[in-house]
């Protein structure tokens, strides 16, 4: 089962960029597809993004569309979360996790987040406006 462990978070003004990178240490990385999480203060844990095994399909939650963008590279192991244009309310711990049972997506088969585990242990986005 896959291991992860997240690095990249910071504090950083509303418009500026951040690249997390999650880093899998077992060798069953590229046999999951990997998905981004949040959880803000107070509030319950939401999607972010999710990349298949190949990184040929990519989701993302509608408050980060067209900002955010996840990937991976399977030789290092690493899943990205590259955000632009970071606002306020994207302050929050952020998690990935592995696809526990499915590694590709299609039209008919989102990722479905009920199916994600292994988490991470996050690392924190402060956004200051």
């Known amino acids: 089962q896959v291991r992860l462990v997240e690095s990249g978070g910071g504090l950083v003004q509303a418009g500026d960029s951040l690249r997390l990178s999650c880093v899998d240490s077992t060798r069953t990385f590229a046999n999951h597809g990997m998905g981004w999480f949040r959880q803000a203060p107070g509030k319950e844990r939401e999607f972010v993004a999710a990349?298949?095994?190949?990184?040929?399909?990519?989701y993302y939650a509608d408050s980060v569309k067209g900002r955010f963008t996840i990937s991976r590279d399977n030789a290092k192991n690493t899943v990205y979360l590259q955000m632009n244009s970071l606002k306020p309310e994207d302050t929050a711990v952020y998690i990935c996790a592995a696809d526990l049972r499915y590694s590709d997506y299609g039209p008919l088969l989102p990722p479905n987040p009920t199916s994600f585990g292994s988490w991470g242990q996050g690392t924190q986005v402060t956004v200051s406006s």
């Open positions: 990349c298949s095994w190949s990184g040929g399909s990519t």
